[in-house]
């Protein structure tokens, strides 16, 4: 059996009212990126507030910074997705579609371990891919996330 690339990406943004994507990954018709790691956390001084953090499907990137995949393997392979953090127009989030959720106190980091051959998959449609996002009705407090994901 062939193993498939393993990569990661990180992304921070500061919480802004309604939602701001913190990190996205967007496949291709050639791969299904698939996250298999993901956490999130501070990264500013910490406070007694919870985030809501949502991982939902997307089918428009929005505007990011780009992120550089990092490969996690013994190759120097590229990956073939594409990823971006701190977003100053939001990607197109398909309705109804969050994956994930979950209220975290903003004093703590939390992550994600999923079945290794990953638990959030792109389908292989051009601009399909996921995204993470978190909510919280005032504070403008820094967050960042992590995502370890498979092609």
Not at 56 to 79: D, E, F, H, I, W
Not at 97 to 122: I, K, Q
Request: one cysteine or more.
């Amino acid at each position: 059996m062939a193993h498939s690339r393993k990569y990661a990406v990180t992304g921070g943004q500061n919480i802004a009212s309604p939602d701001d994507t913190v990190l996205g990954i967007t496949g291709s018709t050639a791969v299904e990126p698939s996250i298999f790691f993901l956490a999130i956390g501070p990264e500013d001084t910490p406070t007694d507030i919870t985030v809501v953090w949502r991982l939902g499907r997307t089918t428009a990137a929005g505007t990011a910074t780009s992120v550089t995949p990092q490969n996690l393997g013994p190759g120097t392979t590229a990956a073939t997705s594409t990823a971006g953090e701190n977003h100053t127009a939001e990607p197109t989030f398909t309705a109804n579609a969050v994956l994930w959720r979950m209220g975290a106190n903003y004093r703590a980091s939390h992550a994600l371990v999923c079945d290794p051959e990953g638990c959030f998959t792109v389908p292989a449609t051009s601009n399909n891919g996921l995204a993470i996002y978190p909510s919280h009705a005032s504070s403008t407090a820094a967050v960042g996330a992590v995502f370890h994901f498979r092609e």
